[in-house]
């Protein structure tokens, strides 16, 4: 007997030894990813820590990173579960293009869920702002008038801001005015709806005009499963860096420009639908004008405007998507390439407009794929203007029009389908400009590919 209880003593405490060095072991892997800044976290269905590299981005990007735990496999299906229920989409998007964007979303960009295990919560009464210093996830939920959720973070700080059900009307001044961060996510919980608007004339920040519903210095992400209505008495959301649209149902209504960005505006999927008395987007960087690009790969975007459906001032590439456009000018920019998607434009000036924008490209118009219908207004309309060059390899084109294209450089046409006025063609006529191999623009000196950086 007293053999047994030695060797059943022995036996426990070696048990008790081995669990202490799997938990310091786990300890320690997790004390390394936190500290390598480059690595997720990932815990085996033996309950131990596994450090392992991230594929995905740069060190100053890493936090970005999905980190996923894994429990136990089912005994039954030997599958195994997860814990963060995240859900992510995949953006199509290409790297030969005008714009290289193969790099252009993060995998945090594509999360439309987020990890609301360590979020802190605000429920916003009226007339009480709410300020936000540091780098988390915050849920905003409630009803209220005149409050103003500030993110004044540090430089390399990402904020995540969860719309639960979160209502506010504001009088004169941003309802959301990110004033410092890396960057800034707004996330619609599933099954929501939050609105957000300003109802009277915008009031400035000293020297800061501050012009939007949505007002960010710094780049900001609108996603998730929910719904947002914006409604504005200027622009709907303005952002002097990039702005990003990867998920969610997008509602805005301003009486200036609907979605408005220095640096450009992407949009890889997600509902929206945009009224503006200006631009539905627009992009314009003053100070570089190798800037101010709109890039579209997928979700659907509908625009009525009084003015530019899409305005870029250098490179507007579509990639894929379902656009709907109803504007004065459907689309311009300085180089505008159409790779795929589904277009569809009435404008009542012209359909799409390669204009002479920026100083770092030459004016043109590129349709290598997708299916693009243009109907025009009676009257001094064209369906496809370039100022600089015509470029036709591929696609699906369809123009009503008195005048379906007029192009001042060289026409390139070795490719797609052509159909004028119900009339299926291989002659692409030029209305009024300078005729093929001539006229300004004709070279190609696009100055490469890329987002001007």
């Known amino acids: 007997m007293k053999h047994f209880w030695k060797t059943t003593t022995a036996f426990l405490l070696c048990a008790l030894l081995a669990l202490s ?14 500290e390598s800044g480059k690595t997720s976290l990932t815990t085996s269905t033996d309950g131990t820590a596994l450090a392992t590299q991230s594929d995905g981005e740069s060190l100053a990007q890493s936090e970005e990173q999905t980190v996923q735990t894994t429990i136990p496999a089912n005994p039954e299906t030997g599958e195994a579960a997860t814990q963060s229920g995240e859900v992510s989409i995949t953006a199509n998007t290409s790297s030969d293009g005008a714009m ?5 979303f993060s995998q945090r960009d594509l999360r439309q869920t987020a990890d609301q295990s360590g979020a802190v919560t605000y429920s916003v009464s009226d007339g009480t702002d709410v300020t936000i210093s540091t780098g988390g996830v915050y849920v905003l939920q ?6 103003t959720v500030y993110v004044e973070a540090g430089d390399e700080d990402k904020v995540q801001l ?16 990110v004033k410092n961060a890396d960057k800034v996510f707004v996330t619609t919980v599933a099954s929501t709806e939050s609105s957000l608007s300003v109802t009277g004339t915008f009031r400035a920040d000293g020297s800061t005009n501050t012009d939007a519903v949505i007002f960010s210095r710094d ?29 969610g149902v997008l509602t805005v209504s301003a009486k200036g420009h609907g979605l408005e960005a220095n640096d450009g505006i992407a949009m890889a999927d997600g509902t929206v639908s945009v009224t503006a008395g200006q631009d539905g987007l627009h992009a314009e960087n003053d100070d570089d004008d190798r800037e101010g690009w709109i890039y579209v790969c997928g979700g659907t975007l509908d625009v009525n ?12 590439q579509i ?20 790779n795929d998607g589904a277009i569809t434009i009435q404008a009542s000036d012209d359909g799409i407009n390669g204009a002479r924008k920026s100083n770092s490209y030459t004016a043109c118009v590129e349709i290598n794929g997708g299916v693009l219908n243009v109907t025009m207004g009676q009257g001094d309309t064209d369906g496809i203007d370039s100022n600089g060059n015509l470029t036709i390899t591929g696609g699906e084109i369809n123009v009503n029009a008195q005048s379906p294209f007029d192009y001042d450089g060289t026409l390139t046409h070795t490719g797609g389908t052509v159909t004028v006025n119900g009339v299926q063609t291989t002659n692409i006529t030029n209305q009024f400009g300078g005729g093929p191999g001539g006229g300004p623009g004709g070279g190609w000196n696009n100055g490469g590919r890329g987002r001007g950086h």
């Open 21 to 34: 060095l799997a938990a310091c072991s786990a300890d320690s892997a997790a004390q390394t990813a936190a």
């Open 100 to 104: 290289d964007a193969s790099d252009l």
């Open 142 to 147: 409630g009803s209220a008038a005149n409050v």
């Open 162 to 177: 969860v719309l639960n059900g979160l209502t506010v009307a504001n009088d004169s001044f941003p309802v959301i005015y």
């Open 219 to 247: 780049d900001l992400v609108l996603n998730g499963l929910g719904s947002l209505r914006i409604s504005s008495t200027d622009n709907g959301v303005s952002c002097k860096d990039e702005l990003k649209i990867t998920g």
């Open 305 to 316: 405007a009084a003015d530019d459906g899409l305005h870029a001032v250098s490179i507007l």
């Open 319 to 338: 990639d894929g998507g379902t656009l709907n456009v109803s504007a004065a000018e459907g689309m311009e920019g300085t180089w505008i390439q159409i």
